[in-house]
């Protein structure tokens, strides 16, 4: 398996070069040249699996030139040995729903999903090569301290992790911030998460500073991530259908990076059965506009109670329109220039009929997003967090439909008291959180600034 950028400038490199190289040189994001054909016969077998041997099962064709069966298989076990159920992600039924749980890892979200396996094939990686890696990464709240979590202690690595200043979760600040060991630093910007993802692809394009400091990619622009979380559509899809090709199952998924429903997308690609994507966004609509209109275009970033999806560009979204035209790069680098000029770009009018044939979207107020919990809890007992709460409210008049739930309700209190008047108890992960020592530096989000930060800090 090879892998090409979106954007065409680059030969095609292998999965071990796309996983250091995270972001392609060229500028672009960095996908398969194919996708493994997944038939019947094969579905049936994984629909038996437990979710590590699934996993295995779904990566290995697109790692086996590099990484052996037997590498993979202990590179996934140590990943999920720290999750706390033993289906790793189990689907449990909530009224007429099914809410497939991608909380039960260590930061009690779902990008530890992804990043303990990607803290581990790092490891590995840097092992066989007796290298350094740094590892720059923006958080709108849950992906820093999944990623700190998935290296921190790990002496081949340093991670810098960029959040908004004031715009996530005192829970999620308190992840990142009390992890303390000597190659974790924390920065907290002034500014939004657009601004750090705008600083990390900025310094990700500074291909001297990218080369001499080695810069490796935990957000979900490094295509690891997007993998490992293909392996849980497949999972849930077994759960619910019992091996059945014949029965299509339709997913809601909250996201504000296009990361997670790209994920789906991937396993739709493969063969797995789906009706439909539900894409589920807050107020924050830049994804569900583009579905609903075709145009794709940047406006002000609201914070909400929902605020890991407080974004108003979507890093991952570049994957999707290199399908969506066709796989020729020219047309994309043409879109994205325009997005870069303007602010904005636009799809055909055939290519807004294919959108709209997969995708079904909604944008999700605060209003709805806070009735959705009440409900919830009053018909059920069950309390979403409010991520959850979005792709659920979405998903309302599609009975049976299986919504993505990405974190934890414990992590998002306050939002959740407001909206019931009660906590969610939280895990053992989340306890005593907020009386721990911390470590943040406050930097301006300027990338010279950021860059600065971080040449001083691995010179000391």
Known sequence: MRYVSTRGGIEPVTFSQAVMMGLATDGGLLLPESFPQIDATTLQRWAELPFKALAVEVMYPYVGEDISRVELEKLVEES?????????????????????????????????????????????????????????????????????????????????????????????????????????????????????????????????????????????????????????????????????????????????????????????????PVERLILATNRNDILSRFVNSGVYQTGEVYPTISPSMDIQISSNFERYLYYLMDQDPAKVRALMDQMGREGKLEVPAEKRAEVAA????????????????????????????????????AAKEIPGAICLATAHPAKFGAAVKEAIGVESEPPASLQGLMEKETRCAVLEADAAVIRDFMKTTLAG
């Open 358 to 393: 997969l995708f079904q979207a909604a944008a999700v107020s605060e209003e709805e997003t806070r009735d959705q919990i009440r409900d919830t809890y009053a018909q059920t007992g069950y309390i979403l967090d409010p991520h959850t709460a979005v792709g659920v409210h």
């Open 80 to 272: 999920y040995a720290s999750f706390s159920h033993p289906e790793v992600t189990p689907v449990v039924e909530v009224g007429n729903l099914r809410i497939l749980e991608l909380f039960h890892g260590p930061t009690a979200a779902f990008k530890d999903v992804a990043l303990q396996f990607l803290g581990n094939l790092f490891e590995l990686l840097l092992e066989r090569s007796g290298g350094r890696l740094n590892i720059l990464g923006a958080t709108s709240g849950d992906t820093g301290s999944a990623a700190i979590y998935g290296v921190r202690g790990q002496e081949r690595i340093d991670i810098f992790i960029l959040h908004p200043k004031g715009r996530v979760s005192p829970i999620q600040e308190r992840q990142m911030t009390t992890v303390l060991d000597a190659n974790v630093h924390n920065i907290a910007i002034t500014g939004t998460f657009d601004d750090g993802q705008r600083i990390v692809k900025e310094l990700f394009n500074d291909l001297a500073f990218k080369q001499e400091y080695t810069l490796g990619a935990v957000n979900s622009i490094n295509w690891a991530r997007i993998l490992a979380q293909v392996v849980y559509y497949f999972y849930a899809w077994g759960r619910v259908s019992g091996g059945d090709v014949d029965q299509k199952v339709t997913f809601s998924v909250p996201t504000g990076n296009f990361g997670d429903i790209f994920a789906g997308y991937v396993a739709m690609r493969m063969g797995l």
